[in-house]
């Protein structure tokens, strides 16, 4: 089973930025997908962005432009990158990665990100 440890997000104001960053442990090999959920107050999880060895980065169409993904294989890291934030990023964000491609994955505990003027 894979360990997540999120760390980043905050508070931001509407037009500004944040970063968040997710390492893995308790994996020999490399792993085949890393990315970030979110859970917004009163909602549903949803998908921020995913990369995987295969399908490269998928992002929501809510951040396409705004939020970057990106990992290092070798570190099992991944990060967001988010820009132009809104009032609507404002989420528990999760880390999540999946060790090989059928496989369902697991979830960091959380990080919370706040926009707000």
């Known amino acids: 089973q894979l360990r997540l440890e999120e760390s980043g997000g905050g508070v931001a104001q509407p037009g500004g930025s944040l970063n968040l960053s997710c390492a893995a442990s308790?994996?020999?090999?490399?792993?085949?997908?890393m990315g970030w959920y979110r859970q917004p107050p009163g909602k549903q999880r949803e998908l921020v962005a995913t990369?995987?060895?295969?399908?490269?980065?998928i992002y929501s169409d809510s951040v396409k432009g705004r939020f970057t993904v990106s990992r290092d294989i070798d570190k099992k890291t991944v990060s967001l990158q988010m820009k132009s934030l809104e009032p609507e990023d404002t989420a528990v964000y999760c880390c999540?990665?999946?060790?090989?491609?059928?496989?369902?994955?697991?979830w960091g505990p959380g990080t919370s990100v706040t926009v707000s003027s």
């Open positions: 308790g994996h020999r090999f490399s792993i085949y997908l």
């Open positions: 990369i995987s060895e295969d399908e490269g980065a």
């Open positions: 999540h990665a999946k060790p090989f491609r059928n496989t369902v994955g697991d």
